[in-house]
């Protein structure tokens, strides 16, 4: 997507604890060379540089993003930014990621195979999207969602890759967006206050039901793949 909503990634950034819940299952995976396609305005970037990474390759295509990674990562030598697409990008990687990017893109097999042959053998591939077809609405199509995602393209859709992690993610979430959908049906951006909520009173609770549900439902699908 050439042209991200400003408002968008600023109140995700915002959205610290989802950002914090999420990566606190895939850090173990991130090292080495890091590639991260579509990384925004640096949400998750920011919370999982340690100093154990030797690179960070961050990609964006909108112009606003790329302003805010280069002022955002100014004093970090280890991070490079670049407006490019996977294919267009030298090397090869450790571990190449998604976080919220692989349904603005409209042939996501295609980025696929092209992110499976910048992936070292032993590296992984780290996808993170929003699930449920049906409860795609006014921002998922505002933000330039060409889908919402089931765990079934996750099963058929990787050949060749050993998956090493099938999961759901954030129960109340699901919940809390199928509610805003019918009652504010007109409603395109969240307010500020509904991402405070929803990031600050419920993610807390959903950590615990997530796990008394054994990650089996939510808002987002996390997949991750290694490459043998």
Not at 13 to 26: G, P, V
Not at 153 to 170: A, C, H, Q
Not at 183 to 188: D, Q, R
Not at 194 to 215: A, Q, V
Request: hydrophobic content about 40%; overall charge positive; glycine content about 6%.
């Amino acid at each position: 997507m050439d042209k991200y909503p400003k408002i968008a990634t600023e109140r995700f950034d915002e959205a610290t604890l989802h950002i914090r819940y999420c990566l606190s299952f895939i850090k173990k995976y991130i090292n080495g060379n890091i590639l991260e396609v579509g990384a925004g305005c640096g949400s998750f970037t920011k919370t999982y540089i340690s100093k154990k990474l030797q690179s960070i390759s961050l990609t964006e295509l909108d112009a606003k993003n790329i302003e805010d990674l280069n002022f955002r990562f100014s004093n970090e030598k280890r991070i490079k930014i670049f407006k490019k697409k996977i294919n267009q990008i030298d090397g090869i990687f450790d571990c190449i990621m998604y976080l919220h990017v692989l349904e603005h893109i409209e042939n996501d097999i295609v980025e696929l195979t092209n992110a499976v042959g910048k992936l070292k053998v032993g590296g992984h591939i780290i996808i993170l999207v929003p699930a449920h077809q049906q409860i795609y609405s006014n921002l998922d199509k505002a933000v330039g969602h060409f889908r919402r995602y089931d765990k079934k393209f996750f099963k058929e859709n990787l050949i060749g890759l050993e998956r090493v992690k099938l999961m759901s993610l954030d129960t109340i979430g699901y919940f809390l967006y199928f509610l805003n959908k019918l009652i504010f049906k007109k409603e395109v951006f969240p307010s500020k206050i509904k991402i405070f909520i929803w990031d600050k009173f419920f993610t807390p609770l959903t950590i615990l039901l997530d796990f008394f549900l054994r990650y089996k439902f939510g808002k987002c699908i996390l997949a991750i793949y290694k490459k043998n």
